[in-house]
């Protein structure tokens, strides 16, 4: 679409400014937009948003349309599978008209969730929401005797969460709060809490602190603090409420310290002291630790030891590292385990039982799944002497669905499939698995997804989308407003590549660091491999990404611009020397493991060699929807703003470039569902347009 007829768009004024590094110059003229409080900053941003409206105008019909469409298929009012923890079962519910959950229990025995008598409300979102613009809920915790909930907060979208506590027998709050804080935790007192707090600076929680009931926050206690600018610290219980996990945890190391839950007044014990490159996590059971470990191999192990000695002289293996299987978590209970895996880049949910009471345990079960891209994961298990495990699961066709698995009988009932109205029927649907290959010969998976009766090879829209970061594994979920696309003719694709967690370990450890590039060229080699085999129109090619996978959409388009007609990159990463050469902003350090020292010459030359803002060049460019929100908290607003005014005075072509700024969120957008919708259907909207389908 040209832009001819249209305002023409904002032009950020330049501010030179330089910085010398390694022998390199690095220029940036709008460094300026880094000031949030400038009114010159706020004008540019609001700006950007009425060209974006102006340009979008013609599409306001649409817009609605999508929104309505996408409303159409999700029951507005409806209630989770319940489940049971403790003398109840706990429940969100959602009422057609209003934005967020409400958050309620029932005793044990009562008829089945809902709004009645005897449904006790613990957190109505809507009503804690109301007068903010945005709203979230972060951790939350119930004391063992059900009486106390504490639960954090945040009202600006900036990822800052402020603490409080409720009582639950007179649904009173109580007075006092605490900013800043992460994650919460009861002992089995049920009066002493643990929560972390973040500090001002890193925005990483590096402190644990201990509560306890009746006495004001300002006189609680220290009880731990992480120096290391690489680790964030949280807190939580292993399954069977016996002792309190502090966690302490960069991107490739990892420290546990424990204390019995019965014994809040104590002194932390560390399992195993923290070794550069060494993860680990731990649970417990019957005097025995079970610690899910990588001392050797990537993939991780699984190993046990004495409740008195946990250090690695006294480790018993009990599953061997393997090269193609990820262990990538334990689900532990009194009678069986579940060793959540990943093989081939699919999920894998493996049953050991125990053999007695000791650890000695034997693979009993593997739960099959029939698809050939799929999800699945646990779901919520509370209970830790039981002989069911409940698990979700999902694919491209299939909606989200609760299943509980019984043990003795190695079946899975289904408990509850999400219902998709609007005349949903998944038969219509087909998804596929292929391998695309990489310029160095790494087959590289795709999972594709397409309405059965609008495949024509070779002249379908196409939608790739792409993110390949932080060992990240690319799920592979229901999405019913993806039916706004399916149904209008569009492939979608996902393709897993190097980064990403989608192949274990040695998958991430292949993009990051000075093998980033990787993941840049697997994107491209699976659009040229779609392409190629007929999933798409070579002139209709659509790419999407956000925040790690909005760097992944700018090296894209630097790098293949004649391969895309359309790009959306939400909340994107695009302005890496600036920002990791910044070590006051948040993440920036911690973020050393993943990409890099830029004050290593090295990682310096790596990075600029990939950074989308430092290799913005004059020339061609697709039509590009990058959106950013004003409080995010990872990805700084001004990192895209900056990006799409300097391709303002780069690009070579007339198509669209339009930024869009949430002024009222953060990084993952809106919080409410019906905003969020109304963002989802400006992003179609964009796109049908750009792949010649406007209807």
Not at 231 to 252: C, E, M, P, W, Y
Not at 644 to 672: C, E, F, I, W, Y
Request: with cysteine; charged share 25%; net charge negative.
């Amino acid at each position: 679409m040209s832009e001819t007829h249209l305002p023409l768009p904002p032009i950020a004024r330049k501010q030179h400014t330089e910085t010398h590094l390694h022998g390199a110059v690095l220029a940036d003229d709008y460094a300026w937009l880094r000031n949030k409080e400038d009114a010159e900053v706020t004008a540019y941003l609001e700006a950007e948003n009425a060209y974006a409206e102006a340009v979008m105008a013609p599409l306001a019909g649409l817009r609605d349309g999508l929104y309505n469409e996408m409303l159409s298929h999700i029951k507005q009012t409806d209630v989770s599978v319940p489940y049971r923890d403790g003398a109840y079962w706990y429940y969100t519910r959602t009422e057609e008209g209003l934005q967020y959950g409400v958050f309620c229990r029932k005793p044990d025995g009562v008829e089945a969730p809902g709004a009645d008598a005897a449904e006790e409300v613990l957190l109505d979102g809507n009503r804690l929401a109301q007068g903010h613009a945005f709203f979230s809920i972060g951790d939350t915790d119930i004391t063992d005797d059900a009486r106390w909930l504490a639960y954090t907060t945040d009202t600006k979208g900036f990822r800052q969460y402020t603490l409080r506590i409720k009582d639950l027998a007179t649904g009173e709050t109580l007075a006092g709060e605490v900013e800043r804080a992460g994650s919460v935790c009861w002992a089995a007192d049920h009066r002493t809490l643990f929560y972390t707090v973040e500090d001002e600076q890193q925005k990483r929680q590096f402190q644990l602190w201990r509560h306890v009931l009746g006495a004001p926050f300002a006189q609680d206690e220290l009880v731990y603090q992480d120096d290391d600018e690489r680790f964030n610290v949280a807190i939580g219980r292993t399954r069977d409420g016996k002792f309190l996990v502090l966690q302490s945890a960069s991107h490739t190391t990892t420290e546990c310290h424990v204390l019995p839950a019965d014994q809040p007044d104590g002194e932390f014990s560390v399992i195993v002291p923290r070794a550069d490159e060494h993860e680990y996590t731990v649970d417990h059971r019957n005097d025995c630790w079970f610690i899910r470990t990588n001392d050797r191999g990537r993939n991780f192990r699984l190993v046990t030891a004495p409740l008195a000695t946990p250090g690695r002289e006294h480790w018993t293996e009990l599953i061997a590292h393997r090269d193609a299987v990820m262990l990538e978590e334990v689900d532990l209970f009194a009678g069986f385990f579940i060793a959540c895996e990943r093989e081939d880049g699919l999920p894998r949910l493996r049953l050991w039982s125990f053999v007695d009471e000791t650890a000695k345990a034997a693979p009993a079960a593997e739960i099959a799944f029939p698809e050939p891209a799929y999800s699945a994961h646990p779901h919520i298990n509370r209970i830790f002497a039981t002989t069911t495990f409940r698990y979700a699961y999902q694919s491209l066709v299939t909606p989200s669905s609760v299943y509980e698995y019984d043990i003795g009988a190695g079946a899975s009932t289904l408990l509850k499939q999400l219902e998709i109205p609007g005349g949903f029927d998944r038969t219509q649907y087909a998804s596929e698995r292929v391998h695309a290959t990489a310029p160095d010969g790494v087959a590289v998976p795709i999972s594709i997804v397409y309405r059965k009766d609008k495949r024509e090879a070779g002249r379908n829209p196409l939608y790739v989308y792409g993110y390949g970061s932080y060992g990240y594994s690319l799920p592979l979920g229901f999405n019913s407003n993806r039916l706004s696309l399916l149904d209008r003719g569009v492939v979608m694709a996902y393709a897993h590549i190097r980064g990403g967690g989608d192949l274990g370990k040695p998958w991430h450890d292949a993009g990051k660091m000075l093998l980033k590039r990787n993941t840049f060229t697997d994107f491209i080699a699976a659009v040229e491999h779609l392409i190629a085999q007929g999933y798409g129109d070579p002139k209709r090619v659509a790419i999407e990404g956000g925040s790690a996978g909005g760097l992944l959409m700018g090296a894209a388009a630097n790098m293949r611009p004649d391969l895309l007609r359309a790009v959306v990159a939400h909340v994107p990463f695009v302005d890496v020397m600036n920002t990791m050469l910044d070590a006051s902003l948040p993440l920036t350090v911690p973020e050393y493991e993943e990409w890099g020292d830029p004050n290593r010459e090295e990682y310096f030359c790596a990075m600029l060699s990939y950074s989308p803002y430092d290799n913005l060049r004059a020339a061609a460019y697709p039509a590009m929807l990058v959106k950013t929100s004003l409080h995010d908290s990872q990805v700084m607003y001004w990192e895209p703003a900056k990006y799409v005014a300097k391709l303002r005075t780069l690009k070579t072509d007339a198509n669209p470039l339009l930024l869009v700024t949430n002024m009222q969120a953060g990084h993952g957008g809106a919080s409410g569902r019906y905003d969020y919708l109304k963002e989802i259907a400006l992003d179609y909207a964009f796109l049908l347009r750009e792949l010649g389908i406007v209807c």
